[in-house]
């Protein structure tokens, strides 16, 4: 059996020299962590906040807004795939062996009579952590909900240090300050265990304006937005139904903040968004590639965006309101009874983009936590004549019902 503490002694984060399960919470020697529920700010702002992000600030929570999360996702390769001699570009053209994703959500909510207490359910923790096996073609995946501000359920206010059970992400300083992540998931009744570090080749993207992303035609119907493609490392995988592999990562990590993410009013408004297309790749040639758009409740699209950056680093091209969603086929889930599109075309300002599934059935079904099914896993991304560029994830929410957000 794969439980979580076996996981946690055997190859947990102390193993990657980072924190341990104890210390995790703990924050720099000199002085306390500061979790979001210990935040002078208690009060929600209708406003989302325009000042320029600081980093590694920014990496850290916000829980004067409504909704945040922290969002990782990539593809993963066994050590021995890529064989002898075979460069980074070549292994990373090759089909991979699983996907993985790791969320963490933090919800606030206006309580009708405000508690001054630790017990108050003002913030909510969920997570969602699945891993796509891609040669079997099956989806493990696992949801938890805990209330905020206690050792299993916390976040920080200074930098990314987010846990939520056994689920644990950490950020630190890396080679030249460049971001340097460990995750650890592990799921007793899904049957896997993953660990990674993971080093970022660049700089955050601030994606949008300067990491203001607009989701729609009212201003505030937006988010802070930032983003640390490219993520590479290694790690272990272990399964119930499959032993344990060492691995090569090729990630994404997305932090998103913000009140107003699909509009207001009722879903009905033209305005009102219902739900997402949204597409992390990282491109062969080391470019990064964002793309999104909001749908309405008949289907309209409200609004697009996305950026490119390229291997070099520099300032992203900004798609806002540039992009054009295609669909060309569809799979029907026979347990939530949605159709997905599962192959897109897509045309950008830097081309045409073929996306495809690596399979058809990725959905989750998250009712028992944020309340309703979406489809998540690992894309490929190709050119018109079918080469290969790229690899990623694919996310589509409102398909089964609208998202409440």
Excluded at 76 to 97: C, I, Q, V
Excluded at 168 to 176: H, I
């Amino acid at each position: 059996m794969i439980g979580r503490r076996p996981l946690l002694n055997g190859f947990g984060l102390a193993a990657l020299g980072m924190a341990s399960p104890t210390s995790f919470a703990q924050g720099r020697a000199s002085k306390p962590a500061r979790t979001a529920s210990s935040s002078t700010s208690t009060s929600v702002s209708e406003t989302l906040s325009a000042a320029p992000l600081r980093f590694p600030r920014d990496h850290g929570a916000h829980p004067e807004t409504r909704v945040e999360w922290w969002y990782v996702t990539g593809v993963l390769r066994t050590t021995s795939g890529a064989g002898p001699g075979a460069t980074s570009t070549t292994a990373d053209e090759t089909r991979p062996d699983f996907g993985f994703q790791l969320t963490f959500f933090r919800v606030r909510y206006d309580l009708k009579r405000p508690l001054q207490s630790a017990f108050a359910p003002d913030q909510l923790m969920l997570g969602h952590a699945a891993i796509s096996d891609l040669g079997r073609q099956r989806l493990l995946h696992d949801q938890q909900v805990l209330r905020h501000g206690f050792a299993h359920a916390r976040t920080e206010l200074d930098d990314t240090r987010v846990r939520l059970g056994g689920w644990q992400l950490r950020r630190v300083d890396g080679p030249q300050g460049r971001s340097r992540y460990a995750l650890l998931m592990a799921s007793e009744s899904a049957g896997f265990a993953l660990e990674l570090t993971l080093d970022a080749p660049q700089a955050p993207l601030l994606q949008g304006r300067a990491g203001w992303s607009r989701k729609g035609p009212d201003e505030q119907q937006a988010s802070r937005y930032v983003s640390e493609p490219q993520l590479a490392g290694t790690g272990r995988l272990a399964l119930r139904e499959g032993g344990t592999r060492e691995l090569q990562a090729r990630a994404w990590l997305d932090h998103e903040w913000s009140n107003q993410y699909l509009g207001r009013g009722a879903d009905a408004s033209p305005d009102r968004a219902v739900g997402w297309d949204w597409l992390g790749l990282n491109l062969v040639d080391g470019a990064s590639l964002t793309l999104f758009r909001m749908r309405g409740q008949d289907g309209a699209v409200i609004w697009t965006g996305g950026s490119w950056r390229a291997a070099t680093g520099g300032a992203p091209v900004d798609f806002e309101q540039q992009l054009q969603f295609e669909p060309m086929a569809f799979w029907k889930s026979p347990v939530s009874l949605a159709s997905y599109p599962v192959r897109w075309r897509i045309r950008t300002p830097r081309g045409v983009f073929i996306v495809e599934a690596a399979y058809a059935a990725q959905e989750i079904d998250a009712r028992r936590s944020t309340g309703f099914p979406y489809w998540e896993g690992v894309a490929r991304v190709a050119d018109e004549a079918g080469r290969t560029l790229g690899w990623g994830y694919l996310e589509m929410t409102g398909y089964a019902g609208r998202v409440p957000l």
